[in-house]
């Protein structure tokens, strides 16, 4: 060290050996002098000298002490100034601001932004970016209590209440700031903050400009081990640094943090130390100068004089100094303009780095009965040496309660005074105390003692519309809310309470941390005697107390005690009477008398009684009259009706109408449009009703409505969260602006949750104003991006870019409908002022419509004013551009057209112009797009007219609710052109036709959010012996839901995992809830986490010993030998879940509900994680609405293992029991599709789907058995089968709940053996045939009924029973017979069977079978009908030789003719030829099913059209033939029954077909069923294309490209294109180069036109048409000119066909077309075509040429590397990487190329290449670092 310091001032002055000759003590001197002119230092010097010399005189020295006397007073807040430097110690961290102990007892403030730059900036980034950074740690992360810093007073103030506050400074550029880069030297002790981590050590803020100061890691690890706790300093971290090294003049600064190095760091002369720059906290040598009662005074660094005060004395030695002694000392304060230096002398402040002692929190407020006195100072205070041995000091102003009181006799050295401790100054080490008597019998000193129930007497502070402040103490401030300012709710309480009055009040709650204390001026409740009821488990069943009433509901009332305890009083215990509306009996606030019934503390729920066993009735007026005024509770989203009582200035008394309660509708919750807000009101009055407006708030008895249509959705569709608990990241939510500040918005949601978009958040553009933006009370979408748990702060964005819609035009089509519609309804209500001549005219006139006015004044700058008797009292102006090239002169009359009716301001805007006065007629279509000029921009829409037509036409201003702020360059101007897409081509109700600005392009904004694991409190890795299995001690140190942190020792830190507590854990506990923070607790290492990764190491791993170490207290692990360790070697993730089977019950521990995923994360064992997929949580579909209010974090539930999930990391659960779909599992399903007359299509666990009948889903069946079933919905059900992947399921409650008794009205019919004679069942109809009536009974049984059962009635068209009985009809019937074998049913529908009406009505005055009339009618309809079968039969007898079938009789005869276009032809025989044409096109087509009678399942046409052929095939023979003869024809009973199975069989097989999903469609009524359920879909409708094609039906499949075109919703843009590129195609192959035209024209007209020519352009290429394709590109360049994909898809088209050539002229041409910035771009891509069609020598020519010109473009250098690979050799790849990595480009880009040119070696070099890679990157790293260090 000695020639180090020989050395160095040589070495620093070889280059000037003028200036190294000159002693240096007068340079330093004139240097002091020269640069800071200090008199005072001067003279002090010159005194110090004297004094040195002793030749003072004696008179003089006593002048001197005297004179110093004032030196030694003690430091006051009005001693400081700003700037002085002080040595403080931080007493406490908060979020933003540490409280640091100054010397003497004071107190001062660092806020977080004064901490350091680096520091700074990242809380700025993490604002900006709103993303919680990982670098940046906490203030109480960083300062520790007792921590030592140097500090800076920046500010001295008063705060609010009268208080003096200093605001300080550690920020070292504030601390160092006399430091300068030439005073800096070896051996200096400074103050630092780490400002950057980086590889070989630390950058260390100093705040010298122009210094940079290193830490190299070596130098810190000592101290990362010892005071760090092993960790790696953090950004913001707070250092003593020691100057090991300068360098380049002060440039570069080396510094060390060894503990031992800083320890015995003292400042020197050779320093340079000087007045100016001396810092608080250097340890010095100093030698005492003088003694005196007040202190000592020191001289240090040979030329300084300071001063120790009494209180910095070191305890030990005081009285035992001498002059000229010799004494280590830290210099405490430096003041800025007098120079005086204060020093401590106290053993502590010796050791830099040391921290310094606490007191008991339980010691301070604490009563010291006697306290002796150890010295006075008369003019600063008093010290004392307290009961337990330790000093103390009180202020003087402390030592009496007044100045008059005061007498300094009293306090000699000895005496025994009664005193409190007050506080603890951390600085001198000292209690505080005062021995004022207020003081000490004052009951309460800070917050924390005060306790709920607590009486307490206070002041008036002031009265507020909220309630009424209280000052308890000096320091303690409480809040009455206005409910509590006595036993009834006051209107005026200023009547009773005067600002500084005395009030006697009673704590209600209490919140020390917060500062918040509630209070009660209830008399009832502050003069009780009755117990305090302050926790749940104090509720023991028979006590009695008071509390108050907060909720009077039909179901009873919420009583509220101390400390927000809370319990119901049922409905039966409010009094011995009934009371049928307690709502009308009690009122909120009602203090009153309960008795404890039953008490659940861990569910924290409480019955209550009023019914005492003394009283009936409450004493405290349970019986009185409740107010007029008394609250009704509402719900938020509950919808009212409203009516206006009175308008006031923020919004309208409404009263809501079904209560006659009281209600406030703020104006800008009017609506989602802010001119519609202020439109409705200025235009609603008193008495008008509001229908659906929505209760948004229920507090404090003041309800808040809202008719945001947007809000109102939201609420009812579920898409809003209801506590801070439900948000997670990436919600989108709507809500309104709350407030506007200027770094953000706060933006509030339904159910009064609320977040902060800060202004970087607020929008895509730069954001000046926050109020240029939005408006308070304005509608807007908002996406969450973080939240604080512990402050319950969230964090948002109103970025469009984040919150936009998938389909903006949509979005920007609905507001704008949306505002019409309003200023519809706006329109409705000026109609009904007829008292308002203003009102009427506004609502006659509207957007489009021609009035002829009178001109009533021309202004100067060209606009006119017009007037007629329309338009009275309304102002109506045309602008200069309106009034055209007219010269108006008043008087003049004009025609003109109604632009826009401002109903608000009473003006009508209106337009001269002759192209918008005459219209020309032009037929307009949906969604075509056409040109257009503003003419009129309002607030939330623009006016245009279309080019072509001049119809008037409005554009949205805005695509969204959140796009509120455009720049002037962006807004509409009248007179532009605009082009737009029309939405609507009539005016309708609004005058105008409605369109979206621009083509209709969606964009969509999808951003991928990794699942974000929730960090454990930060425990640091600290290096330990500890083995698996080892028994350590610990104290608990927090207890979070999930896991419980331990202190092993001071640095040491343990982890105990919920499951690691008890070896049986009760189901539905919570297991770290039985240990509490501070207890000592016994564990064995199970295991060790690996802090950055979270990962549990195997006990093997050499970091195992770095790691956190995971703890068990299961007394098994306790007893045993070690139990079983976490994370053996080698276990991967999908080997530890391994032991886990299907099926297998185990415990888990609930983490969080996942909202976004819709899932329950649990944790089994500390390393093995599962989740509960929504379906699986419960049997309740009630629970499935809001899970996260069912599963607590750390309860422990029962769970059964269903597998894992696809990554194999985390396993999946069942909380129902539930692991499979077998037969007779009960479980819950989702609704994903409804179908009517077929049943339900469910969602299951485990991502299967089920399929639940129309008879299965209830135990009775109703009219309309789908009516209360909804997609979406939860439903509980029970899987019947589950077979082949086909899963059949019930929702029946017999089967779902099978306990429940209730009555099954229509039991399950499994077969037709279920089903018995007499019996009377129900159903639904299947189909009507000819054989009659189908109905079904089950899933698996069918009935007939035949015609004549059906009705009594004779129908000879059967047309009327399908009308009256459509499929699905409801109907009750009678089993007439039950035909087992053949499984036939028949039924019976006569009213006389069933006893139900009839199904047809008798209204239809059809005659009855048994009358003569009707039976005259059957007979006379038998012979027209067999008279037509002969006619048919002779025609078919012609063409096909038959089988003789006797005819059927009139039993079996189902008494109508089905064919009923048969009674038509016997009416009009012209059609005969026709018809029998017909019949040989059916015989024809392909063969039917032949069924003759029985059941037919069949659907549709086809069914209908095989029993008519059969029958008339049949039965041709003549109804007039013999029976006898008939009845010989007839077929044995055998046949019959053969027959009947094998038809039966047949048509199962048809049925099944019919069923199966995967069936493809085979006819036209196939695919006619397909489109109409899915009519959007272009592949179905491509299909059926197909479908006619095959069959060469081309007019058919141009039809049905029509149809499609016409049905296919005009959202779809891609699908209808779909369509017409196929139809573009259909006329290519099949049509005429005509007819292909005149679709292309309408294929452009309604799509993009570029996306049609270049369909059309592939087809022609396609279809070998190259003439026309080469035609077709020139057109696209011409007409696209301006874009790229047009002349790179002609260049493909060039290349493919051998056109080399002609590309390269295509190449030249596009350079000219295109614009300079597309240039490299067009270029590379033409290269690479070249590569792939055509030559590839020209390519690399291409490339070659565009990187001369281009060097940097490393885009294009990886495009030509990739082209290289795939078509060079490897010589020339090799070149070319060579040549890449000896560019000059930017590090992360040489860093790429390095790595694919590694890569490539890889998979093709050799070793040697591989290893010539690796030199090179070496090398280039060596050059970038030696360039740095230069």
């Not at 009023?610 to 004493?619: A, D, G, T």
């Not at 405290?620 to 107010?627: A, L, R, S, V």
């Not at 995967?1558 to 592949?1579: C, G, K, M």
Request: with cysteine; glycine share 6%.
């Amino acid at each position: 060290m000695a020639s180090m310091e020989e050395n160095f001032p040589r070495g620093g002055t070889q280059k000037k050996p003028s200036e190294g000759k000159a002693p240096r003590r007068p340079i330093e001197q004139d240097n002091l002098f020269d640069t800071h002119h200090e008199e005072g230092s001067q003279k002090r010097k010159r005194i110090q000298e004297d004094q040195g010399k002793r030749k003072k005189l004696k008179a003089e020295k006593k002048e001197a002490i005297k004179a110093n006397a004032k030196d030694f007073e003690l430091l006051t807040v009005e001693a400081l100034s700003e700037g002085m430097l002080l040595l403080g110690c931080v007493k406490e961290s908060n979020d933003f601001e540490l409280v640091v102990s100054l010397p003497n007892g004071l107190t001062g403030f660092v806020q977080v932004t004064h901490i350091c730059d680096a520091y700074s900036k990242m809380l700025n980034e993490q604002v900006a970016t709103e993303e919680l950074l990982e670098d940046l740690n906490s203030l109480s992360d960083l300062y520790p209590p007792g921590m030592l810093v140097r500090c800076t007073v920046t500010s001295v103030g008063k705060t609010m209440d009268g208080h003096q506050s200093v605001k300080l400074s550690i920020n070292p550029k504030d601390v160092n700031k006399a430091l300068n880069t030439t005073a800096l030297r070896s051996g200096m002790l400074l103050s630092g903050l780490v400002s950057s981590v980086e590889d070989h050590g630390y950058l260390i803020d100093i705040g010298v400009s122009g210094a940079k100061a290193f830490l190299p890691r070596q130098k810190s690890q000592s101290y990362i081990k010892s005071a760090n706790k092993g960790a790696e300093l953090k950004i913001g971290q707070y250092l003593n640094c020691l100057i090991e090294e300068v360098k380049n003049n002060g440039r570069i600064v080396r510094l060390s943090i060894t503990q031992s190095e800083v320890a015995a760091a003292v400042a020197t002369e050779e320093q340079n130390w000087a007045l100016g720059n001396l810092l608080p906290g250097l340890l010095v040598k100093a030698q005492v100068q003088k003694v005196t009662p007040y202190g000592i005074t020191l001289s240090f660094l040979s030329s300084f004089t300071g001063i120790v005060d009494f209180m910095h004395l070191d305890p030990k030695k005081a009285g035992s100094y001498s002059q000229s002694q010799t004494v280590k000392a830290c210099i405490l304060s430096v003041h800025p303009t007098s120079k005086a230096v204060r020093l401590t002398l106290r053993q502590v402040f010796l050791q830099p780095g040391s921290v310094l002692g606490q007191l008991a929190s339980s010691r301070i407020g604490m009563v010291v009965e006697e306290s002796v006195v150890k010295s006075f100072h008369a003019k600063t205070g008093a010290i004392f040496e307290l009961d337990d041995g330790t000093l103390a000091f009180a202020r003087l102003k402390h030592l009496s309660d007044t100045k008059k009181s005061f007498k300094p006799g009293a306090f000699k050295v000895g005496s025994k005074h009664r005193c409190r401790i007050i506080d603890y100054s951390l600085m001198d080490e000292l209690a505080l105390l005062s021995l004022k008597h207020r003081i000490i019998a004052a009951p309460f000193l800070r917050y924390q003692d005060l306790c709920p129930g607590h009486v307490v007497e206070g002041k008036v502070l002031a009265l507020k519309p909220f309630g009424m402040q209280v000052k308890v103490t000096d320091h303690i401030r409480g809040l009455v809310p206005r409910l509590h300012l006595a036993d009834v709710l006051l209107k005026q309480p200023e009547k009773k309470y005067s600002v500084g009055g005395e009030v006697k009040c009673r704590v209600l709650i209490s919140n020390p941390e917060e500062k918040k204390l509630i209070l009660t001026l209830k008399k009832t409740l502050v003069m009780s005697k009755f117990p305090v009821l302050t926790s749940y488990e104090a509720a023991k069943p028979g006590l009695i107390a008071h509390g108050f009433i907060v909720c009077a509901r039909e179901f009873g009332c919420i009583v509220k005690f101390y400390n927000d305890v809370k319990g119901l009083v049922p409905k039966n215990e409010l009094s011995s009477e009934p009371i049928p509306s307690p709502e009308k009996v009690f009122y909120k606030g009602q203090v009153v008398k309960v008795i404890v019934l039953k008490c659940e503390p861990e569910q924290e729920k409480l019955l209550l009684s009023f019914k005492l066993m003394s009283r009936p009735v409450s004493e405290d007026g349970g019986e009185q009259i409740p107010k007029k005024n008394r609250e009704v509770t509402y719900e938020t989203g509950q919808m009212v009706d409203v009516k206006i009582l009175k308008k006031k200035d923020n919004g309208l008394e409404v009263s809501i109408l079904s209560d006659n309660v009281s209600a406030h509708l703020p104006t800008m919750h009017l609506s989602d449009h802010v001119v519609n807000c202020k439109l409705l009101y200025h235009w609603l009055q008193e008495g008008d009703i509001l229908h659906r407006v929505m209760c948004l708030s229920d507090k404090g008895g003041h309800i808040t409505l809202c008719r945001k249509p947007a809000v109102i959705s939201a609420v009812q569709e579920e898409q809003v969260v209801r506590s801070f608990s439900e948000i997670q990241p990436g919600m989108q939510l709507a809500g309104y602006v709350r407030n506007i500040m200027s770094y953000g918005v706060f933006v509030e949601f339904p159910f009064g949750l609320a977040g902060l978009a800060p202004k970087a958040a607020m929008s895509d553009k730069f954001v000046t104003d926050t109020k240029d933006h939005f408006v308070v009370g304005q509608t807007v979408v908002a996406n969450v991006t973080s939240m604080d748990e512990e402050k319950q702060r969230i964090l948002l964005c109103l970025k469009l870019s984040e919150v936009g819609s998938e389909d903006p035009v949509a979005e920007s089509f609905s507001l704008l409908s949306q505002c019409f519609e309003e200023m519809k309804e706006v329109r409705d209500i000026m109609s009904r002022r007829n008292h308002s001549k203003v009102a009427q005219n506004l609502c006659g006139l509207m957007p489009g419509q021609k009035l002829e006015l009178v001109v009533q004044e021309v202004r100067g700058d060209g606009s006119a004013f017009f007037n007629g008797s329309c338009v009275a009292g309304l102002t109506v102006t045309a602008t200069r551009y309106h009034v055209g090239d007219k010269s108006l002169v008043a008087g003049q009359k004009a025609r003109v057209l109604v632009l826009h009716v401002d109903a608000l301001k009473s003006a009508v805007h209106i337009s001269l112009r002759e192209e918008l006065l005459k219209p020309k007629a032009k037929r307009l279509t949906e969604n075509s797009q056409h040109p257009a000029v503003v003419q009129h921009v309002a607030e939330e829409f623009a006016i245009a007219s279309l080019v072509e037509s001049g119809q008037l036409t409005a554009i949205p201003v805005a695509s969204h609710f959140n796009d509120t702020f455009r720049f002037d360059s962006e807004k509409l101007k009248v007179g532009q052109a605009v082009s737009v897409t029309l939405k609507t081509v009539l005016p309708g109700d609004h005058g105008v036709l409605l369109a979206v600005q621009g083509p209709a392009k969606k964009r969509a904004f999808i951003r991928s959010r990794k699942e974000s694991e929730t960090v454990e409190e930060g425990l640091a890795a600290v290096k330990h012996s500890l083995c698996f299995g080892d028994v350590v001690k610990g104290t608990v140190k927090s207890v979070r839901p999930t896991y419980v942190t331990v202190a092993i020792d001071d640095k040491l830190t343990g982890s105990i995992h919920t499951s690691q507590i008890l070896d049986e854990v009760p189901i539905g506990t919570f297991p770290t809830s039985r240990l509490k923070a501070g207890q000592k607790v016994t564990a064995r290492v199970i295991g060790g986490r690996d802090v950055k990764t979270h990962r549990y190491l195997p006990i093997t791993h050499p970091h195992f010993t770095q790691s956190v170490p995971e703890l068990s207290i299961r007394p098994s692990d306790l007893k045993g030998d070690g139990g079983t360790a976490l994370s053996p070697e080698g276990d991967s993730p999908s080997e530890r879940l391994r032991p886990y089977k299907s099926g297998q019950t185990v415990t888990c521990f609930v983490k969080k509900y996942n909202t976004i995923k819709s899932w329950l994360e649990v944790e089994i064992t500390p390393e093995i994680r599962g989740r509960v997929p929504q379906l699986l949580l419960s049997l309740n579909p009630k629970v499935l609405k809001h899970p996260e209010k069912s599963f607590k974090n750390g309860q422990a539930l029962s769970a059964t293992v269903t597998g894992t999930d696809a990554s194999e990391t985390n396993l999946c659960l069942s909380l129902t029991g539930v692991h499979s779909l077998a037969e007779g599992t009960i479980t819950l399903g989702t609704i994903t599709k409804v179908t009517p007359n077929v049943g339900l299509t469910i969602a299951l666990p485990f991502g299967k789907t089920g399929k639940a009948n129309i008879f299965h889903l209830s135990d009775s069946y109703t009219e309309q058995p789908l009516e209360n079933f909804s997609i979406g919905k939860l439903v509980r059900c029970c899987v019947l089968s589950n077979e082949d992947n086909k899963i059949e399921i019930s929702l029946r409650q017999s089967r779902t709940n099978p306990k429940s008794k209730n009555k099954v009205e229509d039991p399950e019919l499994t077969c037709v053996e279920d089903v018995r004679e007499g019996q009377l069942v129900r159903g639904y109809v299947r189909s009507v045939k000819q054989s009659g009536v189908f109905c079904g009974l089950s899933s698996s049984v069918v009935g007939r009924i035949q015609f004549y059962k059906v009705v009594p009635f004779f129908i000879p068209k059967q047309s009327l029973y399908e009308q009256y009985m459509p499929e699905g009809k409801f109907l009750t019937a009678k089993v007439l017979s039950v035909n087992n074998k053949e499984s036939h049913v028949e039924l019976s529908l006569l009213s006389e069977d069933t006893g139900k009406p009839s199904v047809l009505p008798e209204s239809l005055g059809l005659p009855r079978c048994d009358t003569d009339e009707g039976k005259e009618k059957r007979e006379e309809f038998k012979k027209l009908k067999a008279k037509r079968k002969r006619r048919v039969s002779e025609s078919e007898q012609e063409a096909k030789p038959r089988k003789k079938r006797a005819c059927l009789t009139d039993e079996d005869d189902s008494g109508i003719e089905v064919y009923c276009r048969e009674q038509e032809e016997e009416e009009e025989d012209e059609e005969e030829n026709k018809r029998k044409s017909k019949q040989e096109t059916k015989r024809a087509e392909a063969p039917r099913l032949q069924v003759s009678s029985g059941f037919t399942w069949d659907e549709g046409l086809n069914a209908l059209e095989v029993p008519v052929s059969n029958r008339k095939e049949e039965s041709s023979d003549s109804e007039e033939e013999d029976d006898t003869q008939s009845m010989r024809k007839k077929q044995t009973k055998k046949e019959k029954e053969q027959e009947k199975q094998r038809v039966e069989k047949e048509l199962s097989k048809i049925e099944a077909a019919l069923m199966d999903p995967n069936r493809q469609p085979q006819t036209a009524d196939d695919f006619d069923r397909l489109v109409l359920s899915n009519p959007s879909s272009s592949i179905l409708w491509l299909q059926y294309m197909a479908f006619h094609l095959q069959a060469t039906e081309i007019e058919k499949a141009r039809a049905v490209a029509e149809r499609a075109l016409k049905t296919i919703s005009f959202r779809e843009e891609q699908e209808k294109l779909n369509v017409w590129v196929a139809l573009l195609n259909l006329e290519n192959m099949y049509g005429t180069e005509e007819t292909l035209m005149k679709v292309f024209e309408r294929a452009v007209q309604y799509n993009e036109p570029l996306k049609v020519f270049q369909h059309l352009a592939d087809i022609y290429a396609s279809s070998e048409k190259y003439q026309q394709a080469d035609d077709l590109y020139n057109t696209m360049l011409k007409r696209f000119r301006q874009e790229k994909s047009v002349w790179l898809k002609y260049a493909t088209f060039l290349l493919k066909r051998g056109q080399v050539e002609a590309t390269h002229r295509l190449l030249e041409r596009a350079l000219k077309g295109l614009p300079n910035k597309e240039h490299v771009d067009v270029i590379s891509k033409f290269a690479q075509l070249e590569f792939h069609f055509g030559d590839p020598e020209h390519a690399k020519a291409i490339f070659e040429s565009t990187l001369s010109s281009y060097p940097k473009r490393t885009d294009i250098w990886s495009i030509y590397i990739d082209m290289m690979i795939k078509h060079g050799s490897q010589k020339e790849v090799r070149d070319i990487f060579e040549r890449v990595i000896h560019l000059n480009l930017a590090v992360k880009r040489m860093k790429f190329f390095f790595k694919r040119y590694l890569d490539y070696e890889k998979k093709y070099g050799t070793s040697e290449t591989i290893q010539a890679v690796k030199v090179a990157a070496l090398e280039y790293v060596e050059s970038k670092s030696s360039l740095a260090e230069s």
